[in-house]
Nanobody, 122 residues
């Protein structure tokens, strides 16, 4: 019913920058919150940053001051600007969205994108 498609991943040297984008489409009345998670090899998926519909943000301590999450509500799009990248930021980055399907929906549903690889070389 809802698809989230990420883009913008790639290979970058340490200290460099990347910008990830994620677009939600499908049966959407409103996306209440969007965010980014990441999963490195042999590690659990972890929160990177989230942003509500009212632009309240939350960041993992490891990315504070380096990453910035933002969104365009009209386009159901969330962005992640990643600066001063470190090798330990290497992971598959997943977009997450909480979606209300109708104006009468009593609760939202959570959807995930397929992920985009970010590799930071030292």
């Amino acid at each position: 019913q809802v698809q989230l498609v990420e883009s913008g991943g790639g290979l970058v040297q340490a200290g460099g920058s990347l910008r990830l984008s994620c677009v939600a489409s499908g049966r959407i009345f409103r996306v209440t919150a969007m965010g980014w998670y990441r999963q490195a090899p042999a590690k659990q998926r972890e929160l990177v940053a989230t942003i509500t519909n009212g632009v309240i943000t939350n960041y993992a301590d490891s990315v504070k001051g380096r990453f910035t999450v933002s969104r365009d509500n009209a386009k159901n799009t969330v962005y992640l600007q990643m600066n001063s990248l470190k090798p330990e930021d290497t992971a598959v980055y997943y977009c997450n969205g909480r979606v209300l399907h109708t104006s009468q929906a009593p609760y939202d549903f959570t959807y995930w994108g397929q992920g985009t690889q970010v590799t930071v070389s030292s």
